[in-house]
């Protein structure tokens, strides 16, 4: 049996890693897709899902047996689907534990139960932890796949239960993208003042936080990456990644994606902006110092 990725382009790297994970029967139960928008998580996790309740005994997914048909009409009894990138507030905490407690049950007709939670880096804190009681002892015949713009956007011990794979292939939105850039400088230099001025405009405009804290997620991401000795780059915005990279500690920068990302969930959380801004600020002199 083999892994079809129906044409799925580039990322060589992923899919033959995810290839012979399937071809040996040592497919994860949980994975994680990471990925800037327009890096084709959300397809991959589409074509995964399908493989899963694919019941043709040669490629999978052949596309031709019912299993396959079902999938793609988007009907499959065994995969469930909650878009966060489309709706931000689909993670309540309380359907979390409905999926909790659904895993336990065996699947209707496929092999294997999919759940495929789309834009988890939307999903708050205590409905993290509610998905991290199942990760951690997942009932057998369940896949979980989850994809998100960066894995720091979620918390250690949901990204220590789920195997991480990057996209690189997509083009980063050029939405909030400049003004990461130099906010994520601005941490870097002396002084207070510059951080101040680049964070200002954030203040009152909520939409426009948004779109900057996923991309400044993207860069601490991309240099913390480059700081381990790695090359990829999801933030389009390497010279920075590498500025950060050689200006600030590896511990620095974990600690800068960790205060974004939690400043993400609590902008989904409907927290005051001003005051969210403010204590982000902070939280990023102080982590820059560390």
């Known amino acids: 049996m083999s892994l079809n990725f129906e044409n799925f382009p580039g990322n060589r790297e992923v899919k033959k890693d995810l290839s012979i994970a399937f071809d040996a029967g040592r497919f994860p139960h949980?994975?994680?897709?990471?990925?800037?928008?327009?890096?084709?998580?959300?397809?991959?996790?589409?074509?995964?899902?399908?493989?899963?309740?694919?019941?043709?005994?040669?490629?999978?997914?052949?596309?031709?047996?019912?299993?396959?048909?079902?999938?793609?009409?988007?009907?499959h009894p065994d995969i469930l689907t909650l878009n966060?990138?489309?709706?931000?507030?689909?993670?309540?905490?309380?359907?979390?534990?409905?999926?909790?407690?659904?895993?336990s049950i065996l699947p209707n007709e496929a092999p294997r139960k999919v759940y495929r939670l789309l834009g988890v880096q939307n999903m708050a804190e205590p409905a993290q932890n509610a998905l991290l009681k199942v990760l951690e002892e997942p009932p057998e015949n369940v896949l979980f796949l989850l994809t998100a713009t960066s894995a720091a956007a979620l918390l250690p011990t949901i990204r220590s239960r789920v195997q991480i794979f990057t996209l690189e292939d997509g083009t980063p939105p050029e939405e909030g993208r400049k003004e990461a850039a130099a906010i994520a400088r601005a941490v870097a230099a002396p002084g207070e003042a510059e951080l101040l001025f680049c964070t200002a405009p954030l203040l009152r405009d909520r939409n426009r936080l948004r779109a900057v804290l996923a991309q400044m997620v993207l860069l601490f991401r991309d240099a913390s990456v480059l700081r381990a000795g790695g090359a990829s780059c999801l933030s389009g915005e390497k010279s920075t990644a590498e500025y950060l990279a050689s200006s600030l500690t590896r511990k620095s920068l974990m600690l800068l994606l960790e205060k974004t990302g939690r400043a993400q969930r609590a902008l989904e959380r409907n927290a005051n902006s001003a005051l969210l801004v403010t204590t982000l600020c902070a939280g990023l002199r102080e982590a820059a110092k560390s």
Do not use: M, Q, Y
């Not at 966060?84 to 895993?103: L, T």
């Open 30 to 75: 949980a994975i994680l897709l990471e990925g800037a928008p327009g890096s084709g998580t959300d397809l991959l996790s589409g074509i995964l899902a399908k493989a899963a309740v694919c019941l043709s005994k040669a490629g999978c997914p052949c596309g031709h047996c019912a299993g396959c048909i079902k999938a793609a009409a988007g009907s």
């Open 84 to 103: 966060g990138d489309e709706n931000p507030k689909v993670f309540p905490v309380e359907v979390i534990r409905e999926i909790r407690s659904g895993a």
